[in-house]
């Protein structure tokens, strides 16, 4: 299980790594190269997303990414295909981000046999709510995959508890308002959500959105499980090479 | 647990958590107003004293005699401040804005229209405003880009995506998520995540009723057919709301664009090419491929180029309470150049694509038989489009002079 994993990992490290990419930018080689490098800089799980064509939650730099990907050719089934490939050649748990329309169409049911067969341990779907996701939790639970679902910074204690009642794994808290690869503000304001998040649920808490310098990590210790490293890397990737992106999250926990 | 918004397989609220509580406030301003008596007279107040309603329903005599079949009257959204049917909606929803003490508003548009509504709205009651469009877009309806700025309003244009009406919507949304402590998104079509659907729709509802009793008042029976263009699907959804329970039938008429086979148009309810699908925080039906990713689309028409489609008027079409058909570019251009010379008339191109379908049907109907046709705005906005398809010489050599102008 994904949640025992993460616990076992928390262990003997303050704070674990999450971090993301886009299936197919710059390339689908390229990815594989950016999971790679990842892997070898010690991160604890990953998201794959795949990428939709109307990716309301994500901000500029993933948004391009997601265009790029699709300009390129790249089709669902060489997405699964690729987190296929990554999941047996790598031991860390993989997760599948993308948006709803991704799995109505592929049938919400064949998506999950597809991922528990390939070892995926979760997917995160930040447009459906556990409201509108009453297949989708059935068929993961089923096939014992994670649903992970967002808290918002907009998210009452109420509604927290609500969420928790249907995710497993671990909860995946936005940093504030806004979309993705924005700035973040960690500030005492961010740490009084952080304690609402706390108090709402048992499970290990990942925090992502801005996340993109050893501060902000050190910062979050002690008041998260999972720091997420989302635009960041990609900014990397695009100014400098994929090695650099290596260093960087090697820099985050020295 | 509680799905809230469905027109029965259609509709829902498929949205990112951070937008959870400003739904949950939305729908709870639009519940209290609506179970308000005064609100809509306060309504119907704004909608006379600052546009233009009731508009008038015309008998196209002059049409009626030229297909010599049902008797043709036009219902005048035209009319409305601004030129279009979008006022209705816009008023109301800045009604809204004031009870939520929300001192901000956003919009996407297509046509420009939604977003010249939009900002007037927001000039008058000391709103902020800021208008999401398309590059491409910003390109075909470059007049009302000018108005909207005139009015105050900043303009931005979206660079990403296929670079219309929906990449407006996505760059919309992205902005409310930031900013919805005091912006309100006034979306400007009967789509969207609940309860934009219904509430558009509400507003719009003063179309059908009106024109219900117009067209008793005027011929003392029901007309046999009501047609109307169908983008996002609010002018529809206006007209047919004062007939879904009288033996009407309701014709929806999309973008054909260059044909439905040509894969260059925007018919999701008429055509192949669309299957049901959740995009944009709704689910409809959708011009995607198999994998779920959205198509391109193509309309002469801005504000008919876009991929999904009221969920309500799914709704219909899968029950079969109402009929839904493509016209083509040509047609629809054939179709303003025929109502202007017959009545006098400048439908805009969206609102020519109901007038394409009805011509097309008036001469095959009995002549004891009437139907409306819904002017859901004016043409003058496309002036340069219409100006090309005519292929203008005059208008062009006056263009080549302004430029000059310009750059002496």
């Known amino acids: 299980m994904l949640e025992s994993y993460l616990r076992e990992q928390r262990r003997h490290k303050d704070i674990l790594l999450m971090t993301h990419i886009v299936i197919g930018y710059p390339s689908l080689d390229a990815s594989f190269e950016i999971i790679s490098t990842m892997v070898d800089a010690g991160v604890d799980l990953m998201e794959l997303q795949i990428p939709f064509s109307e990716p309301i939650a994500d901000g500029p730099v993933i948004l391009r990414a997601n265009q790029k990907a699709l300009a390129n050719g790249v089709t669902v089934k060489q997405c699964l295909e690729f987190a296929d490939k990554a999941a047996k050649m790598f031991k860390i748990p993989f997760l599948l981000m993308t948006y709803y329309n991704i799995l109505y169409k592929y049938g919400v049911e064949a998506f999950t046999d597809k991922m528990a067969a390939m070892g995926i341990r979760g997917a995160i779907v930040p447009d459906l709510p556990p409201e509108e996701g009453q297949s989708y939790l059935q068929a993961m639970d089923d096939h014992k995959l994670a649903p992970i679902f967002i808290y918002a910074p907009t998210s009452s204690l109420e509604r927290m508890q609500k969420i928790a009642g249907y995710a497993r794994g671990f909860i995946y808290c936005v940093a504030r308002k806004g979309v993705t690869g924005q700035q973040t503000s960690f500030s005492n304001e961010l740490e009084s959500y952080l304690a609402r998040c706390r108090k709402s649920t048992q499970l290990p808490l990942a925090l992502g959105f801005g996340v993109k310098e050893k501060a902000d990590v050190d910062f979050l210790k002690g008041k998260v499980d999972i720091a997420v490293i989302g635009s960041q890397t990609i900014r990397i990737v695009d100014k400098k090479t994929i090695p650099a992106a290596g260093e960087f999250l090697r820099s985050l926990r020295d | ?408």
């Open chain 2, 1 to 408: 647990m509680l799905k809230r918004g469905y027109f029965s397989n259609f509709g829902g609220a498929f949205l990112p958590e951070v937008l959870t509580a400003t739904f949950d406030e939305l729908e709870q301003v639009f519940e209290d107003a609506k179970a308000d008596p005064g609100f809509w007279k306060e309504y119907e107040h704004v909608m006379s004293t600052y546009s233009c309603r009731p508009t008038p329903l015309t008998f196209a005599e002059n049409l009626t005699r030229h297909f010599g079949g049902a008797k043709i009257y036009i219902k005048r959204e035209d009319l409305n401040h601004t030129g279009a049917h979008k006022a209705n909606n816009v008023m109301g929803q800045g009604l809204l804005v004031k009870r939520m003490g929300k001192s901000r508003v956003i919009a996407e548009t297509g046509a420009g229209q939604h977003g010249v509504a939009t900002a007037t709205m927001a000039a008058r009651y000391g709103f902020d405003c800021t208008i999401y469009m398309g590059e491409v877009d910003v390109q075909r309806q470059r007049p009302n880009v000018f108005w909207m700025q005139r009015l105050g309003a900043e303009v931005i244009p979206v660079k990403d995506g296929t670079r219309i009406l929906k990449d407006a919507i996505n760059e919309a949304f992205r902005d409310w998520v930031s900013n919805m402590e005091h912006t309100h998104y006034v979306l400007g079509t009967a789509c969207g995540p609940h309860p934009f659907p219904e509430m558009v729709s509400y507003f719009q509802s003063i179309i059908g009723k009106e024109v219900r009793s117009q067209i008793l008042e005027a011929q003392g029976c029901l007309p046999k057919r009501v047609y109307a263009c169908v983008g996002g699907g609010s002018n529809a959804m206006g007209l047919f709301s004062g007939f879904l329970n009288d033996p009407v039938q309701l014709v929806g008429v999309e973008a054909g664009g260059h044909g439905l086979n040509s894969g260059k148009h925007a018919s999701r309810l008429c055509s192949q090419d669309a299957s049901v699908g959740v995009a944009q925080g709704y689910k409809t039906y959708f011009l995607q491929n198999s994998d779920g990713q959205m198509l391109d689309t193509h309309s002469i028409a801005a504000g008919l180029d876009y991929v999904g489609v009221s969920p309500i008027l799914a709704d219909l079409k899968e029950n079969g309470r109402a009929r839904f058909e493509a016209a083509t570019d040509s047609e629809v251009v054939a179709a303003v150049d025929l109502a202007m010379r017959k009545e006098g008339l400048i439908p805009a191109l969206e609102s020519a694509h109901a007038f394409a379908r009805a011509f097309q049907e008036a001469a095959e109907m009995n002549p004891e038989d009437s139907l409306i046709i819904n002017q859901s705005g004016r043409g003058d906005k496309d002036i340069f489009t219409v100006a090309d398809a005519f292929n203008d010489p005059a208008w062009q050599q006056f263009i080549k002079q302004k430029a000059e102008q310009y750059n002496a």
